[in-house]
T-cell receptor
Framework: AQSVAQPEDQVNVAEGNPLTVKCTYS??????LFWYVQYPNRGLQFLLK??????LVKGSYGFEAEFNKSQTSFHLKKPSALVSDSALYFC??????????????FGQGTTLQVKP | EAGVAQSPRYKIIEKRQSVAFWCNPI?????LYWYQQILGQGPKLLIQ????????DSQLPKDRFSAERLKGVDSTLKIQPAKLEDSAVYLC?????????????FGPGTRLTVT
């Protein structure tokens, strides 16, 4: 069964420092992987996805993620954190990567707190 | 381009009452999803529509939840009767098609409190 795990409930970083939000996955077939962000009282926003090709994926707001097949990880990164990056981040994988259903299985979420 | 619209944004009801949520997806998006997000958890898919047909409703508690997308555009999710454990944020999302590689566009959600 497809699954993702986010091992940290919360990540704290100082503004200007690099940030990493971790995600590990377990999939069969094509490893389509997604990151979404949720700001307070708002819906989820798509950040980036890995489908195939380059292992380093660039997304919105300066975020990037590195697909690592040997470690089954897809960590979200940003070179310099902003206070406005403080939000709840979700890693997700499709339930069925080979079919037409887009049903996503989400991790439990990681709260990112960036302090000035 | 307008985003996914949802209403109401907040709803408070007593247990055993009924409630309905409305969603209007991004224009031209064939696929529509309803998710339930309980506080502290990731969203969980309730139902997926492709145009006006149901693709996946395996996680929908059909004894109390129902959803429709009659004309393949906007959709309504209903709970009748509501239970305390239905307190959650109900998110609607859409995508151009239902492929596993497609990103989804989410609305702001409806926060339901059942007392």
């Amino acid at each position: 069964a497809q699954s993702v795990a986010q091992p940290e409930d919360q990540v704290n970083v100082a503004e200007g420092n690099p940030l990493t939000v971790k995600c590990t996955y377990s999939v069969s077939g094509n490893p389509y992987l997604f990151w979404y962000v949720q700001y307070p009282n708002r819906g989820l926003q798509f950040l980036l996805k890995y489908i195939t090709g380059d292992n380093l994926v660039k997304g919105s707001y300066g975020f990037e993620a590195e697909f690592n097949k040997s470690q089954t990880s897809f960590h979200l990164k940003k070179p310099s954190a902003l206070v406005s990056d403080s939000a709840l981040y979700f890693c997700a994988v499709p339930k069925d990567s080979s079919g037409n259903t887009g049903k996503l299985i989400f991790g439990q979420g990681t709260t990112l707190q960036v302090k000035p | 381009e307008a985003g996914v619209a949802q209403s109401p944004r907040y709803k408070i009801i007593e247990k055993r009452q009924s409630v309905a949520f409305w969603c209007n997806p991004i224009s031209g998006h064939a696929t529509l999803y309803w998710y339930q997000q309980i506080l502290g958890q990731g969203p969980k898919l309730l139902i997926q529509f492709q145009n006006n047909g149901v693709v996946d409703d395996s996680q929908l508690p059909k004894d109390r939840f129902s959803a429709e997308r009659l004309k393949g555009v906007d959709s309504t999710l209903k709970i009748q009767p509501a239970k305390l454990e239905d307190s959650a944020v109900y998110l609607c999302a859409s995508s151009p098609s239902g492929g596993a590689h497609r990103e989804q566009y989410f609305g702001p959600g409806t926060r339901l409190t059942v007392t």
